[in-house]
């Protein structure tokens, strides 16, 4: 019968190394394990020339806040991982990694089995940290294309040169989507785009990076309970936006569309050559409203908090229009000269490995603030487990304290 540990973590990126190092400030026993290594999102699934999209000043972690030369700047993921190495060596966490968690079964009250790939732990508590963007949602029609099309999905994008030559189909207008997008372009190549309803937002606005305008207004602590429901919070979610090497730049759909790219609409289905599309104006649309909602929200705070706009400030809000841009029904793979595509859809929840009734409809965990109504069962990381920043690097802190107050009270 092997000991029971207090809590076992499972994954060790932001929020599993996050909640560790509480609990050892706390004296509490736990393992930390990872199927792979420590941040291995950043180290194992970023493009090479990925950059953060929230300035570095961001980055918050228990111990640990940004210390570096360059607040206003976006690190590199290189960098993100050297800090993240740093972390580990400064918090030394019971880390084991390369270790897979199978299956978690409840044995009793607060009697969790943790089967792993190197054999299994009994524990009291079990903090499960797997990350908000666990498997890549890949259209299961993919398989019926024509078999010479390579297909990746964006975690497994690198740079341009991995693809074969040719015209690339980017399928997803998110954050990955419109970053890969821009790089593809800028390397010479021709670009389709199948847009979803992603919304935008301009990097700056009246002089400050437009993070700063919504941390002055409070938008990144919005509470998941302001919104109807979980759906209608990850509608409100993170924009088409993109750091790099120096103040970041604005990137959307149009300013893609004015370097060439052809939007499309969103992929619906496709077979051999074929791939049928549908709905681009009403993502322009869905697109377009988020920035105006955005703007309006933000001259609010300015006419309350400052009366006028700041005196010398510049950057307008940019204004797009849609000339130029055609809807079309399908298009034909060959004739395009299409002989890659970038699935940029993002990712579905995975929580296989739980053999605890804890999952919703839609394969979401049920939760308050990361605590499950299984006593002893925790979530972190999650995309708006409590707060907008919940599933990024600010959330480092908050999260993790009320995890690591309810394990040590209990
Ligand atoms: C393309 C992209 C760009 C992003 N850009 C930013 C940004 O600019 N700024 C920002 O703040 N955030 C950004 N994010 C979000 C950020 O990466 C994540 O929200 C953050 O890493 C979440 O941390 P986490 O610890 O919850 O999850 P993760 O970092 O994903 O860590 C989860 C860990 O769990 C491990 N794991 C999973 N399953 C098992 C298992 N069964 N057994 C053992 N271990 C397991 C994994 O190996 C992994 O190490 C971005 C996300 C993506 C996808």
């Known amino acids: 019968m092997q000991q029971l540990i207090e809590t076992v973590i499972i994954g060790a990126g932001q929020a599993g190394l996050a909640v560790s190092h509480l609990l050892t400030r706390a004296s509490r026993e736990h393992l930390l394990l990872d199927r792979a290594r420590a941040a291995s999102a950043w180290r194992d699934k970023r493009w090479d020339s990925f950059r953060l999209v929230l300035p570095n000043r961001y980055w918050c972690m228990p111990g640990m806040l940004y210390d570096g030369a360059e607040p206003d700047g976006f690190m590199a993921a290189r960098e993100v991982v050297e800090r993240f190495d740093r972390y580990l060596g400064k918090t030394r966490p019971p880390?084991?990694?390369?270790t897979a968690v199978r299956r978690v079964l409840l044995q009793g009250p607060r009697r969790f089995l943790v089967q792993t790939d190197r054999g299994d732990l009994r524990c009291r508590n079990v903090v499960v940290a797997t990350g908000p963007f666990q498997t890549p949602a890949l259209p299961a029609w993919r398989h019926a294309l024509d078999a010479e099309v390579v297909q990746l999905h964006s975690e497994q994008y690198r740079n341009p040169?991995?693809?074969?030559?040719?015209?690339?189909?980017?399928?997803?207008?998110?954050?990955?989507?419109?970053?890969?997008?821009?790089?593809?372009?800028?390397?010479?190549?021709?670009?389709?785009?199948?847009?979803?309803?992603?919304?935008?937002?301009?990097?700056?606005?009246?002089?400050k990076d437009i993070t700063a305008w919504y941390a002055e207004m409070g938008l990144f602590e919005t509470r998941i309970d302001e919104f109807p429901s979980?759906?209608?919070?990850?509608?409100?979610?993170?924009?088409?936006?993109?750091?790099?090497?120096?103040?970041?730049?604005t990137l959307n759909v149009h300013t893609l569309a004015q370097a060439g790219a052809v939007l499309l609409g969103r992929a619906e289905q496709g077979a051999g050559h074929e791939i049928r599309v549908a709905g681009?104006?009403?993502?322009?649309?869905?697109?377009?409203?988020v920035a105006a909602r955005a703007k309006g929200l933000i001259d609010e705070h300015i006419a309350r908090r400052h009366g006028s706009v700041p005196p010398g400030s510049d950057d307008p809000w940019p204004l797009y229009g849609r000339g130029g841009i055609e809807q079309r029904d399908?298009?034909?793979?060959?004739?395009?000269?299409?002989?890659?595509?970038v699935w940029a859809g993002?990712?579905?929840?995975?929580?296989?490995?739980?053999?605890?009734?804890?999952?919703?409809?839609?394969?979401?965990?049920?939760?308050?603030?990361?605590?499950?109504?299984?006593?002893?069962?925790?979530?972190?990381?999650l995309e708006w487990l409590h707060r907008r920043k919940s599933s990024t690097l600010m959330a480092g802190d908050e999260d993790a304290a009320l995890i690591a107050a309810t394990i040590a009270a209990g």
């Not at 880390?95 to 390369?98: A, D, W």
């Not at 990850?234 to 790099?244: C, K, M």
Request: proline residues 6%.
């Open 330 to 341: 399908s298009i034909d793979l060959r004739r395009e000269g299409v002989r890659s595509i």
């Open 280 to 289: 681009l104006q009403a993502n322009l649309d869905a697109a377009d409203a």
């Open 161 to 207: 040169s991995q693809l074969p030559p040719g015209a690339v189909l980017v399928a997803g207008s998110g954050q990955s989507g419109v970053q890969i997008a821009e790089e593809l372009l800028r390397d010479g190549r021709r670009v389709l785009l199948c847009t979803g309803g992603r919304g935008w937002l301009p990097r700056r606005y009246l002089g």
């Open 346 to 381: 993002g990712y579905r929840p995975d929580y296989a490995f739980l053999d605890i009734p804890v999952l919703d409809a839609d394969g979401r965990p049920q939760h308050r603030r990361g605590v499950s109504e299984v006593p002893g069962l925790f979530f972190i990381g």
């Open 95 to 98: 880390l084991h990694e390369h």
């Open 230 to 249: 979980l759906a209608a919070a990850r509608a409100s979610g993170f924009p088409q936006l993109a750091g790099d090497a120096a103040l970041g730049h």
